[in-house]
Structure formats: C-alpha cells, structure tokens
C-alpha cells in the first residue's frame, strides 16, 4: 500500500497504472488482482489506509505536544511535509475520476480534522495563548477549508507557487491571528530559534 501511495504522491493518480504498480511491487499483474479488484479497489484501500496513519500522527503529535502553539507549529510542519511530496494533480485526479476516494478524504477533513483544531483552539484559549475572544467554531471551520488552498492550481499554479511554502504563509498568518499577546511572543521566540539554528523547516 505504501510504495502505491509513494507512486500517486508522485506521479499522480490516473499517470499511473496496474503495470507500474505491479512493476514497483514486483510482482506480476495477476497477482496484484488477486488482491484488488481493480485500479479504484486499489486506490480506495489506499486512500483508507492513508487516513489511518494520519489520524495516528495527529494524535501522537497531539499527546507530545506541551501546549496548544507547539501542538499546531507540529501539525503545520507535519502537514508541509505532506505537501513536500504531493503532486497536485493527486486531489484534482482524485476529484474528477474517484469521487468516492475523495468523499473519503473530504469526510476526514470535516470531521477529525475540524475536531482536531476544534480542540487546540479551545486549549490554546485556556491556556493563555490564543486570544479570550476567539470565535473557535469559526476559526476551525476556516481552517479545515483552507487546507487544499495550497494546491489550487487557479490560485496558486505550482510553476510559481510551490503549496509547502504556501501552506508556511497560510498556517503563520492563522496562528499570529488567533494568538495572544503571551502566544504572540512564544511564536516570535520560536522563530527567533529557527533563525539562529539556520533551519530552513518550519
């Protein structure tokens, strides 16, 4: 399932076939069908197992985190990674001819996702680093439709704007404007130490 996921990160879903795939695996075609029934069974338990393991890394980097700016500055860098090897042909592949396989990724972003920044907002709110009067309802439903703005070839086309370095833009903007002044000077420290240390990651 992995090294299938890797190939769709790529390349793209519909620029890859049964034959790469099975090419990649090492195996021949015909055993390959013996487990999926076709390229959509295939691209379906992908997607599924996909979502598994991010739902995994959220919540370990949830349970890490010390607070709620720590716990969204590694969801960010978590989330640039993903970018960093996503083809953006990947969503509009999947959207155009595996409606079903995206409802799946969509479903995931309105629900555990928005629960997910539902619940670092509220908890950076009591603790003092995102501001008293944040309207969290709001401000988690933006985000989750902000996700895939990276990768909006009309906004962004990907021969000027690279989406990990948009998503950077985007996730510095929502975090200095839901931060209070005592979260504000967290962030500023925080890329204090990014520049002394020379980091180029988020």
């Known amino acids: 399932m992995r090294r299938a996921e890797s190939l769709f990160m790529r390349y793209g879903i519909k620029s890859v076939s049964m034959d790469d795939i099975?090419?990649?695996?090492?195996?021949?075609?015909?055993?390959?069908?013996?487990?999926?029934?076709?390229?959509?069974?295939?691209?379906?338990k992908t997607i599924e197992s996909h979502l598994q393991d991010e739902m995994c890394d959220m919540e370990l980097i949830t349970s890490h985190a010390s607070n709620a700016l720590q716990e969204i500055m590694l969801l960010a860098r978590h989330v640039i990674g993903q970018f960093q090897e996503l083809t953006p042909s990947v969503v509009y592949d999947l959207k155009k001819y595996y409606p079903e396989a995206w409802n799946m990724i969509d479903h995931m972003q309105r629900d555990h996702v928005y629960k997910s920044i539902l619940d670092n907002l509220k908890r950076g709110v009591a603790e003092g680093d995102y501001r008293s009067d944040l309207n969290t309802e709001i401000m988690a439903?933006?985000?989750?439709?902000?996700?895939?703005?990276?990768?909006?070839?009309?906004?962004?086309?990907?021969?000027?704007?690279?989406?990990?370095?948009?998503?950077?833009?985007?996730?510095?903007?929502?975090?200095?404007?839901?931060?209070?002044?005592?979260?504000?000077?967290?962030?500023?420290?925080?890329?204090?130490?990014?520049?002394?240390?020379?980091?180029?990651?988020?």
């Not at 069908?33 to 379906?44: A, P």
């Not at 990276?150 to 948009?166: G, M, T």
């Not at 833009?169 to 975090?175: G, L, N």
């Open 141 to 202: 439903r933006l985000h989750v439709g902000s996700l895939y703005l990276p990768i909006d070839q009309s906004l962004f086309p990907i021969r000027e704007f690279q989406p990990d370095q948009v998503f950077k833009e985007y996730i510095y903007h929502f975090v200095r404007g839901v931060a209070s002044e005592q979260g504000l000077s967290k962030i500023k420290e925080y890329l204090r130490e990014k520049q002394s240390t020379g980091s180029a990651n988020f």
């Open 22 to 44: 099975a090419r990649e695996l090492g195996i021949s075609k015909k055993t390959l069908y013996q487990f999926f029934e076709n390229k959509e069974d295939l691209i379906l």
